[in-house]
């Protein structure tokens, strides 16, 4: 599985973002599919996830009730509505897949997003 970010920029605080990640190959494989970030100086941290099939989602407390994540099954696409921004949520955002019983795998290249105050 190969997995494309983008969607990531500048903003300043309480505007919005959407970010996209588009999967490709053995997308069959895919059974959750997250977005992390890691800002700098800091470890990788989980933001959101949803099941392929449905259920979830899940989301870090740091960003429930202002980020939304959501599929579209029919282009094997996952998107990140990131709303409210803080400068807080500036960072390297990744995607990463997760097959049953597996950890978090095939991450994108991740996509910049840059909050301003």
């Known amino acids: 599985v190969q997995l494309q970010a983008c969607g990531g920029g500048l903003v300043q605080t309480g505007g919005s973002l959407k970010l996209s990640c588009a999967a490709s190959?053995?997308?069959?494989?895919?059974?959750?599919m997250g977005w992390f970030r890691q800002a700098p100086g800091k470890e990788r941290e989980f933001v959101a996830a949803?099941?392929?099939?449905?259920?979830?989602?899940w989301y870090a407390d740091s960003v429930k009730g202002r980020f939304i994540i959501s599929r579209d099954n029919a282009k094997n696409t996952v998107y990140l509505q990131m709303n409210s921004l803080k400068p807080e949520d500036t960072a390297v955002y990744y995607c990463?897949?997760?097959?049953?019983?597996?950890?978090?795998?095939?991450w994108g290249q991740g996509t910049q997003v840059t909050v301003s105050s």
């Open positions: 990463a897949t997760k097959r049953i019983g597996g950890n978090y795998e095939n």
């Open positions: 190959g053995r997308t069959s494989s895919i059974y959750l």
């Open positions: 949803i099941n392929w099939s449905g259920s979830g989602p």
